[in-house]
Nanobody, 126 residues
Framework: QVQLVESGGGLVQAGGSLRLSCAAS????????MGWFRQAPGKERELVAA????????NYADSVKGRFTISRDNAKNTVYLQMNSLVPDDTAVYYC???????????????????WGQGTQVTISS
């Protein structure tokens, strides 16, 4: 059974930082593109950042470029999202997602998602 377990969410002031972690189990982590999505109240879920399974290719939403960094540690089956210079608009539930085995981040961006985490709340106060 595949599990994606997020951690690291919380409440921080604007300008602060958070680091989200997503621990994966039940899948061959090395072969999956991974992504972080977020959903704010009343808004659609959006892709924030993605990292490929080959070569560590990354992709970011324009709204987070230069502030967020996605990374993965295949030895720990974990993907991270380092979030700096946080603003109130970053407030959302953040979800970890695994694409399809051997598919790249292009497929993940197109919505090819096989597994979701349960989400972690990130709240930024002004």
């Amino acid at each position: 059974q595949v599990q994606l377990v997020e951690s690291g969410g919380g409440l921080v002031q604007a300008g602060g930082s958070l680091r989200l972690s997503c621990a994966a189990s039940g899948l061959t982590f090395n072969y999956y593109a991974m992504g972080w999505f977020r959903q704010a109240p009343g808004k659609e879920r959006e892709l924030v950042a993605a990292v490929g399974w080959v070569g560590g290719t990354t992709n970011y939403a324009d709204s987070v470029k230069g502030r967020f960094t996605i990374s993965r540690d295949n030895a720990k089956n974990t993907v991270y999202l380092q979030m700096n210079s946080l603003v109130p608009d970053d407030t959302a539930v953040y979800y970890c997602a695994a694409g399809s085995r051997y598919s790249d981040i292009v497929a993940l961006r197109r919505g090819v998602i096989n597994h979701w985490g349960q989400g972690t709340q990130v709240t930024i106060s002004s």
